[in-house]
């Protein structure tokens, strides 16, 4: 197990990639970087020579007479690094040095590209497309994908010809994404799980869209077919995304709406019944004030009056409030 890069051996080596992109890509670096470039060049950050282990027998120069070289501060190395990023900008330190230690590399990744996830999902791709045109080759292979009419080896060769085409979009998708990072430099290997995920979740939404869209023939949708919608499925999976959620917003609406509208319904009917109800109370109770108003004008004595008070006090109150307040009285 290697023992893990000191602070200053990680900056000075982004430096040096830094450095070499900066140079062969034609950017211009002032004089000032260059100087602090060439100094972290010709020393070495506290690092003292081997020993030769025949120095001892054939009386050679002991250790301590070597050279020594000069040693460079982390603050030094540190200023360098900053200088050469904001001159590399948009690209990271991080990017720079994976593609140029990459580069220097000879192996099967780096024939596919500077970027060792490249390669992989370039052979992945390699793999679906191959994969998806041997199967075509078989006569059971017509498109359709119709779960009611078939059945057995046909249903599993279609069922395998709408996935491959799934993860030919999602590849597609995901090497043109990881192409534009690459570019601008700003590529980050700490993403790489993502864009796994986003292969799983391309190739789940393909088959989705094509197992979920009818397709009419006599419509003009009929020039499409299901390893279309697979691929643009694979392609755009939060398009698939959104369609599930508007499918479910809209049945969750109307399940939701029919039970507003007989909560509503209920509530207006109630409200109809107590209006209906206060309107018909008013009209008995102004109907017993204008007849009291006609015994007062008439001068009858205070017996049919203290009657007619008592009638009217029944209907405003119930009976048992009425028969305690007299007790309490009494």
Not at 2 to 10: H, I, V
Request: charged residues 20%.
């Amino acid at each position: 197990m290697q023992n893990p890069l000191s602070l200053a051996d990680q900056l000075l080596r982004e430096c040096k990639a830094m450095a070499h992109y900066a140079f062969t890509s034609g950017i211009k670096i002032p004089n000032s970087v260059i100087e602090m470039l060439n100094l972290c060049e010709i020393s070495t950050p506290n690092k003292t020579p081997e020993l030769n282990p025949t120095a001892n027998e054939t009386g050679a120069q002991s250790a301590s007479a070597l050279p020594q070289r000069q040693s460079v501060s982390l603050k030094q190395v540190a200023l360098l690094h900053v200088a050469l990023a904001r001159i590399i900008s948009p690209a990271t330190p991080r990017t720079i040095l994976l593609m140029f230690e990459q580069n220097r590399k000879k192996n099967l990744w780096t024939s596919l590209g500077s970027v060792p996830l490249v390669g992989k999902f370039m052979l992945v791709a390699i793999l679906f497309l191959g994969a998806w045109i041997a199967i075509s080759l078989s006569p059971d292979i017509d498109g359709t994908l119709e779960w009611s009419n078939e059945h057995g080896l046909k249903l599993l060769l279609e069922e395998l010809f709408v996935l491959f085409a799934a993860g030919i979009g999602a590849c597609f998708s995901i090497l043109f994404q990881i192409n534009r990072f690459v570019v601008r430099g700003t590529y980050d290997p700490k993403y790489d799980s993502i864009y796994w995920t986003r292969l799983v979740l391309g190739i789940v939404a393909g088959m989705i869209l094509a197992l979920m869209i009818p397709l009419d023939t006599s419509s003009s949708l009929k020039t499409l077919t299901k390893p279309t919608l697979a691929i643009l499925g694979g392609f755009s999976v939060t398009v698939v995304y959104r369609i599930l959620m508007r499918l479910v917003n809209a049945v969750e609406s109307l399940v939701r709406g029919d039970t507003e509208e007989i909560i509503e319904s209920q509530a207006k009917v109630i409200q109809a019944e107590s209006d209906a109800s206060q309107t018909e109370n008013r009209i008995k109770i102004s109907t017993n004030l204008m007849n009291l108003r006609g015994q007062l004008d008439t001068g009858q004595n205070k017996e049919d009056l203290k009657n007619t008070i008592d009638q009217i006090l029944n209907e405003l109150m119930p009976q048992t409030e009425l028969g305690a307040d007299q007790k309490q009285n009494s």
